[in-house]
Protein backbone atom coordinates (compact mmCIF):
# COMPACT_ATOMS: atom_id res chain seq x y z
CA UNK A 1 0.00 0.00 0.00
CA UNK A 2 1.49 3.10 -1.86
CA UNK A 3 0.42 6.23 0.42
CA UNK A 4 -0.53 7.96 -3.25
CA UNK A 5 -1.57 11.49 -1.68
CA UNK A 6 2.10 11.62 -0.38
CA UNK A 7 3.44 10.85 -4.17
CA UNK A 8 1.72 12.30 -6.51
CA UNK A 9 3.83 13.87 -9.06
CA UNK A 10 4.52 17.86 -8.63
CA UNK A 11 7.79 19.02 -11.05
CA UNK A 12 9.08 16.06 -13.20
CA UNK A 13 9.27 18.68 -15.49
CA UNK A 14 9.09 22.20 -14.40
CA UNK A 15 8.83 24.66 -16.90
CA UNK A 16 11.99 25.84 -18.23
CA UNK A 17 13.76 23.28 -16.18
CA UNK A 18 14.53 21.04 -18.55
CA UNK A 19 16.54 23.42 -20.36
CA UNK A 20 20.11 21.93 -20.55
CA UNK A 21 22.75 24.12 -18.78
CA UNK A 22 25.60 23.01 -18.76
CA UNK A 23 27.43 24.57 -15.55
CA UNK A 24 31.20 23.76 -15.65
CA UNK A 25 32.12 25.07 -12.32
CA UNK A 26 29.40 25.73 -9.59
CA UNK A 27 29.24 26.49 -6.04
CA UNK A 28 27.98 25.14 -2.80
CA UNK A 29 26.57 27.41 -0.42
CA UNK A 30 25.42 25.84 2.93
CA UNK A 31 24.22 27.63 6.14
CA UNK A 32 23.20 25.95 8.71
CA UNK A 33 22.33 29.12 10.71
CA UNK A 34 18.29 28.13 10.51
CA UNK A 35 17.08 26.57 13.77
CA UNK A 36 19.34 23.74 13.70
CA UNK A 37 21.59 20.88 15.11
CA UNK A 38 23.60 20.72 12.33
CA UNK A 39 22.92 17.08 12.32
CA UNK A 40 22.24 17.24 8.31
CA UNK A 41 25.66 18.32 8.01
CA UNK A 42 27.46 15.32 9.89
CA UNK A 43 25.15 13.31 8.75
CA UNK A 44 25.97 13.50 5.19
CA UNK A 45 29.44 13.12 5.47
CA UNK A 46 28.63 9.28 6.82
CA UNK A 47 27.78 8.70 2.79
CA UNK A 48 29.44 6.45 0.75
CA UNK A 49 27.73 6.19 -2.23
CA UNK A 50 28.39 8.87 -3.06
CA UNK A 51 31.12 10.52 -0.73
CA UNK A 52 30.77 14.31 -0.60
CA UNK A 53 35.00 13.92 -0.80
CA UNK A 54 33.96 12.25 -4.44
CA UNK A 55 31.78 15.07 -5.52
CA UNK A 56 34.77 17.96 -4.54
CA UNK A 57 37.63 16.07 -5.34
CA UNK A 58 35.53 15.41 -9.10
CA UNK A 59 35.96 11.58 -8.81
CA UNK A 60 31.74 11.55 -10.04
CA UNK A 61 31.98 11.59 -13.74
CA UNK A 62 30.06 14.13 -15.78
CA UNK A 63 29.93 16.29 -12.57
CA UNK A 64 30.32 20.08 -12.50
CA UNK A 65 33.77 21.03 -10.85
CA UNK A 66 32.33 21.86 -7.07
CA UNK A 67 33.93 24.32 -4.55
CA UNK A 68 31.84 23.65 -1.36
CA UNK A 69 31.31 26.24 1.43
CA UNK A 70 29.76 24.73 4.61
CA UNK A 71 31.12 25.72 7.85
CA UNK A 72 31.47 22.24 9.75
CA UNK A 73 33.51 21.12 6.83
CA UNK A 74 35.72 24.17 5.93
CA UNK A 75 39.14 24.27 5.72
CA UNK A 76 39.13 27.74 6.59
CA UNK A 77 39.73 29.54 10.24
CA UNK A 78 36.11 31.06 9.93
CA UNK A 79 35.08 34.55 10.43
CA UNK A 80 35.45 36.64 7.07
CA UNK A 81 37.39 34.42 5.01
CA UNK A 82 34.64 31.63 5.59
CA UNK A 83 32.06 34.15 4.76
CA UNK A 84 34.01 36.13 1.49
CA UNK A 85 31.87 33.39 -1.14
CA UNK A 86 28.32 34.53 0.83
CA UNK A 87 28.60 38.10 1.10
CA UNK A 88 29.85 37.69 -3.06
CA UNK A 89 27.20 35.82 -3.82
CA UNK A 90 24.55 38.44 -1.69
CA UNK A 91 25.66 41.01 -3.99
CA UNK A 92 25.33 38.72 -7.20
CA UNK A 93 29.38 39.17 -7.77
CA UNK A 94 30.20 35.56 -6.53
CA UNK A 95 31.85 34.59 -10.10
CA UNK A 96 29.63 30.91 -10.62
CA UNK A 97 26.22 29.66 -9.63
CA UNK A 98 25.82 28.26 -6.49
CA UNK A 99 23.39 25.90 -5.41
CA UNK A 100 22.06 27.13 -2.09
CA UNK A 101 21.67 24.38 1.32
CA UNK A 102 19.68 25.75 3.90
CA UNK A 103 20.17 23.50 7.44
CA UNK A 104 17.56 24.61 10.48
CA UNK A 105 14.12 25.75 10.24
CA UNK A 106 13.42 29.41 9.74
CA UNK A 107 12.56 31.58 12.16
CA UNK A 108 9.94 34.50 12.41
CA UNK A 109 11.59 37.47 12.34
CA UNK A 110 8.67 39.63 12.15
CA UNK A 111 7.23 38.68 15.71
CA UNK A 112 10.62 40.32 17.26
CA UNK A 113 11.47 42.75 14.31
CA UNK A 114 13.38 45.11 15.96
CA UNK A 115 13.99 43.55 18.68
CA UNK A 116 16.85 40.89 18.86
CA UNK A 117 17.43 37.80 16.46
CA UNK A 118 16.26 34.34 16.48
CA UNK A 119 19.45 33.42 14.93
CA UNK A 120 21.87 35.54 12.39
CA UNK A 121 25.15 34.37 10.29
CA UNK A 122 28.15 36.70 10.23
CA UNK A 123 27.58 40.55 10.53
CA UNK A 124 26.61 43.17 8.40
CA UNK A 125 30.48 44.98 8.05
CA UNK A 126 29.25 49.02 8.91
CA UNK A 127 26.87 48.46 11.99
CA UNK A 128 28.40 45.15 13.64
CA UNK A 129 24.74 44.14 14.04
CA UNK A 130 23.92 40.62 13.27
CA UNK A 131 22.55 39.53 9.54
CA UNK A 132 19.75 37.35 10.39
CA UNK A 133 19.08 33.85 8.12
CA UNK A 134 16.18 36.11 6.67
CA UNK A 135 18.60 38.67 5.19
CA UNK A 136 20.96 35.70 3.52
CA UNK A 137 17.59 33.83 1.88
CA UNK A 138 16.55 37.00 0.80
CA UNK A 139 19.45 38.19 -0.86
CA UNK A 140 20.22 34.46 -2.04
CA UNK A 141 17.46 32.60 -2.78
CA UNK A 142 16.37 34.41 -6.01
CA UNK A 143 20.10 34.26 -6.83
CA UNK A 144 20.56 30.58 -6.69
CA UNK A 145 20.98 28.48 -9.41
CA UNK A 146 19.18 25.78 -6.90
CA UNK A 147 17.81 26.01 -3.31
CA UNK A 148 17.77 23.15 -1.33
CA UNK A 149 16.42 22.08 2.04
CA UNK A 150 18.86 19.97 3.99
CA UNK A 151 16.66 18.15 6.76
CA UNK A 152 12.85 18.42 8.23
CA UNK A 153 13.62 21.63 10.15
CA UNK A 154 14.74 23.17 6.74
CA UNK A 155 11.95 21.32 4.60
CA UNK A 156 8.89 21.62 7.16
CA UNK A 157 10.08 23.42 10.41
CA UNK A 158 10.75 20.06 12.16
CA UNK A 159 11.33 19.66 16.17
CA UNK A 160 11.88 23.51 16.56
CA UNK A 161 8.76 24.74 14.92
CA UNK A 162 6.58 22.50 17.02
CA UNK A 163 3.61 23.67 19.16
CA UNK A 164 4.56 25.77 21.87
CA UNK A 165 7.28 27.18 20.36
CA UNK A 166 8.72 30.85 20.79
CA UNK A 167 10.16 31.66 16.95
CA UNK A 168 7.38 31.21 15.38
CA UNK A 169 9.90 29.17 12.76
CA UNK A 170 9.14 27.31 9.64
CA UNK A 171 10.39 25.74 6.53
CA UNK A 172 11.62 26.78 3.56
CA UNK A 173 8.97 26.92 1.46
CA UNK A 174 6.89 28.28 4.03
CA UNK A 175 8.91 31.09 4.06
CA UNK A 176 10.16 31.17 0.27
CA UNK A 177 6.69 30.12 -1.40
CA UNK A 178 5.64 26.85 -2.42
CA UNK A 179 5.83 28.27 -5.80
CA UNK A 180 8.83 29.21 -5.23
CA UNK A 181 11.65 28.77 -8.27
CA UNK A 182 15.00 29.26 -8.25
CA UNK A 183 17.53 30.80 -10.98
CA UNK A 184 17.55 27.50 -12.19
CA UNK A 185 13.92 27.34 -12.78
CA UNK A 186 13.97 24.46 -9.92
CA UNK A 187 11.41 24.14 -7.55
CA UNK A 188 13.09 24.14 -3.31
CA UNK A 189 14.75 20.65 -3.74
CA UNK A 190 13.77 19.05 -0.30
CA UNK A 191 15.38 16.40 1.54
CA UNK A 192 13.74 15.57 4.54
CA UNK A 193 14.94 13.39 7.29
CA UNK A 194 15.74 14.25 11.23
CA UNK A 195 18.75 13.94 10.10
CA UNK A 196 18.48 13.40 7.05
CA UNK A 197 19.53 9.51 5.57
CA UNK A 198 23.37 10.06 4.55
CA UNK A 199 22.97 8.64 0.68
CA UNK A 200 19.47 9.98 -0.03
CA UNK A 201 20.83 13.87 0.75
CA UNK A 202 23.80 12.69 -1.52
CA UNK A 203 22.06 11.05 -4.39
CA UNK A 204 19.74 14.21 -4.68
CA UNK A 205 22.82 16.56 -4.30
CA UNK A 206 24.26 14.29 -7.09
CA UNK A 207 20.97 14.18 -9.13
CA UNK A 208 20.95 18.16 -9.07
CA UNK A 209 24.43 18.47 -10.06
CA UNK A 210 24.26 16.12 -12.94
CA UNK A 211 21.44 18.35 -13.96
CA UNK A 212 23.05 21.60 -13.98
CA UNK A 213 25.85 19.51 -15.71
CA UNK A 214 23.53 19.31 -18.35
CA UNK A 215 23.29 15.41 -18.62
CA UNK A 216 20.12 14.53 -16.50
CA UNK A 217 16.89 15.88 -16.67
CA UNK A 218 15.37 18.05 -12.94
CA UNK A 219 14.82 15.79 -10.00
CA UNK A 220 11.34 14.45 -10.22
CA UNK A 221 9.41 15.68 -6.90
CA UNK A 222 6.77 14.64 -4.85
CA UNK A 223 3.65 17.31 -3.97
CA UNK A 224 5.80 18.48 -1.25
CA UNK A 225 8.91 18.59 -2.73
CA UNK A 226 10.49 15.29 -2.29
CA UNK A 227 12.50 13.18 -4.57
CA UNK A 228 9.88 10.99 -5.79
CA UNK A 229 12.33 7.60 -5.97
CA UNK A 230 12.98 7.90 -2.02
CA UNK A 231 10.25 9.07 -0.57
CA UNK A 232 7.31 7.39 -2.80
CA UNK A 233 7.17 4.45 -0.53
CA UNK A 234 6.22 3.79 3.14
CA UNK A 235 8.61 2.62 5.80
CA UNK A 236 6.31 -0.45 5.98
CA UNK A 237 6.40 -1.16 2.72
CA UNK A 238 10.34 -1.72 2.91
CA UNK A 239 10.46 -3.12 6.92
CA UNK A 240 11.59 -6.56 7.09
CA UNK A 241 9.50 -7.09 10.35
CA UNK A 242 6.11 -6.52 8.07
CA UNK A 243 6.40 -10.42 7.89
CA UNK A 244 5.42 -10.54 11.20
CA UNK A 245 2.64 -7.45 10.72
CA UNK A 246 1.26 -9.74 8.13
CA UNK A 247 1.21 -12.55 10.47
CA UNK A 248 -0.44 -10.76 13.09
CA UNK A 249 3.01 -11.54 15.37
CA UNK A 250 3.30 -8.02 17.61
CA UNK A 251 6.12 -6.71 19.82
CA UNK A 252 5.23 -6.07 23.55
CA UNK A 253 8.16 -4.43 24.50
CA UNK A 254 11.60 -3.00 22.87
CA UNK A 255 13.33 -6.14 23.07
CA UNK A 256 11.40 -8.00 20.26
CA UNK A 257 12.13 -9.00 16.73
CA UNK A 258 8.69 -8.89 16.22
CA UNK A 259 6.54 -6.07 14.29
CA UNK A 260 6.44 -2.75 16.61
CA UNK A 261 3.32 -1.23 15.48
CA UNK A 262 1.80 -1.73 18.91
CA UNK A 263 4.77 -0.02 20.43
CA UNK A 264 4.63 3.16 18.72
CA UNK A 265 5.51 2.52 15.12
CA UNK A 266 4.21 4.70 12.74
CA UNK A 267 5.71 2.92 9.70
CA UNK A 268 2.39 1.91 7.72
CA UNK A 269 1.40 5.96 7.11
CA UNK A 270 5.39 7.30 6.70
CA UNK A 271 7.05 8.44 3.99
CA UNK A 272 10.90 6.89 4.04
CA UNK A 273 13.10 4.36 2.58
CA UNK A 274 15.29 4.37 5.70
CA UNK A 275 14.35 0.59 6.77
CA UNK A 276 14.57 -0.66 3.01
CA UNK A 277 18.33 1.37 2.43
CA UNK A 278 20.31 0.97 6.12
CA UNK A 279 21.50 3.86 7.69
CA UNK A 280 25.56 3.94 6.87
CA UNK A 281 26.25 0.86 4.04
CA UNK A 282 23.32 -0.77 4.81
CA UNK A 283 23.75 -1.32 7.97
CA UNK A 284 21.49 0.37 10.66
CA UNK A 285 17.94 2.21 10.30
CA UNK A 286 14.51 2.46 12.64
CA UNK A 287 11.93 0.21 12.75
CA UNK A 288 13.65 -2.52 11.13
CA UNK A 289 16.43 -2.70 13.77
CA UNK A 290 14.42 -2.21 16.93
CA UNK A 291 13.61 1.68 17.00
CA UNK A 292 10.26 2.83 16.22
CA UNK A 293 9.49 5.05 13.63
CA UNK A 294 8.32 8.64 14.27
CA UNK A 295 7.64 9.97 11.59
CA UNK A 296 10.92 12.15 11.37
CA UNK A 297 10.79 13.06 7.45
CA UNK A 298 7.30 13.82 7.43
CA UNK A 299 5.40 17.56 7.20
CA UNK A 300 3.78 16.59 10.08
CA UNK A 301 6.59 15.54 12.42
CA UNK A 302 6.51 15.92 15.46
CA UNK A 303 3.36 17.00 16.67
CA UNK A 304 0.92 14.33 14.63
CA UNK A 305 3.03 11.71 16.21
CA UNK A 306 3.53 12.32 19.57
CA UNK A 307 3.58 10.42 22.44
CA UNK A 308 5.68 8.55 20.50
CA UNK A 309 5.94 5.75 22.54
CA UNK A 310 2.12 5.13 22.31
CA UNK A 311 0.64 2.85 19.79
CA UNK A 312 -1.10 4.87 16.63
CA UNK A 313 -4.35 5.30 16.87
CA UNK A 314 -4.53 3.77 13.15
CA UNK A 315 -2.11 0.88 14.08
CA UNK A 316 -4.61 -0.45 16.66
CA UNK A 317 -7.34 -0.76 14.17
CA UNK A 318 -5.52 -2.21 11.27
CA UNK A 319 -3.33 -4.44 14.00
CA UNK A 320 -6.43 -5.60 15.35
CA UNK A 321 -8.41 -6.38 12.36
CA UNK A 322 -5.10 -8.44 11.00
CA UNK A 323 -5.14 -10.24 14.24
CA UNK A 324 -7.56 -13.73 13.51
CA UNK A 325 -6.00 -14.00 9.28
CA UNK A 326 -2.18 -13.40 10.76
CA UNK A 327 -3.28 -15.98 13.62
CA UNK A 328 -4.60 -18.79 11.53
CA UNK A 329 -1.46 -17.85 8.91
CA UNK A 330 1.10 -18.28 10.79
CA UNK A 331 -0.39 -21.79 12.37
CA UNK A 332 -0.62 -23.11 8.53
CA UNK A 333 2.93 -21.70 8.05
CA UNK A 334 4.18 -23.26 11.01
CA UNK A 335 2.84 -26.72 9.73
CA UNK A 336 4.13 -26.31 6.37
CA UNK A 337 7.91 -25.53 7.71
CA UNK A 338 7.90 -28.37 9.74
CA UNK A 339 7.00 -30.72 6.46
CA UNK A 340 9.71 -28.83 4.68
CA UNK A 341 12.18 -28.87 7.36
CA UNK A 342 12.97 -32.37 6.72
CA UNK A 343 14.83 -33.92 3.58
CA UNK A 344 13.22 -37.01 1.34
CA UNK A 345 13.05 -40.39 2.50
CA UNK A 346 15.22 -41.22 -0.39
CA UNK A 347 17.88 -39.43 0.75
CA UNK A 348 20.12 -42.64 2.32
CA UNK A 349 22.75 -44.70 1.73
CA UNK A 350 21.40 -47.70 1.70
CA UNK A 351 21.81 -50.95 -0.81
CA UNK A 352 18.90 -49.41 -3.01
CA UNK A 353 18.10 -46.87 -5.14
CA UNK A 354 14.69 -45.04 -4.08
CA UNK A 355 14.23 -41.86 -5.60
CA UNK A 356 12.05 -42.88 -8.19
CA UNK A 357 14.66 -43.04 -11.51
CA UNK A 358 13.09 -44.82 -14.56
CA UNK A 359 16.40 -45.46 -16.82
CA UNK A 360 13.71 -46.65 -19.54
CA UNK A 361 12.96 -43.49 -22.06
CA UNK A 362 8.89 -43.13 -22.36
CA UNK A 363 7.04 -41.06 -24.96
S1 LIG B 1 7.86 -2.37 12.74
FE1 LIG B 1 6.69 -0.61 11.90
S2 LIG B 1 7.33 -0.43 9.77
FE2 LIG B 1 8.02 -2.44 10.51
S3 LIG B 1 6.36 -3.86 9.96
FE3 LIG B 1 5.89 -3.13 12.01
S4 LIG B 1 4.57 -1.34 11.72
FE4 LIG B 1 5.55 -1.76 9.76
S1 LIG C 1 12.08 5.18 9.45
FE1 LIG C 1 10.84 6.74 10.49
S2 LIG C 1 12.09 7.47 12.23
FE2 LIG C 1 13.45 6.36 10.79
S3 LIG C 1 14.32 7.94 9.43
FE3 LIG C 1 12.49 7.15 8.41
S4 LIG C 1 10.80 8.50 9.09
FE4 LIG C 1 12.54 8.85 10.49
Given amino acids: MT ?12 SGADQRQGIEEIDILWISEGMSCDGDTVSMTASGQ ?18 LYNKVLSPTVGGEDFLAPFRAAAKGEQPHPFILVI ?76 DFRSAGALPIVHLPGCPIQPENFMETLTWVLH ?15 RPQWLFGKTVHEGCDRAAYYEQGDFSKDYNSPKCQVKIGCWGPVVNCDVPKRGWMSGVGGCPNVGGICIGCTMPGFPDAFMPFMDEPTGGSLSSTLIKPYGAFIRRMRGLTNIAVNREPKWHHNGPELTSGYDPHWRA
Fill in 103 to 178: EGSIPNQNIIEGDGYWTSFGNDQETGEPLTLNWWLDRLAPRAWAVVAAGTCATYGGIHAMAGNPTGCMGLADYLGW
Fill in 211 to 225: HAAGSAPPPPLDHML
Fill in 50 to 67: PAIEDVVLGLVPGLPKVN
Fill in 3 to 14: IESGTARKSEHP
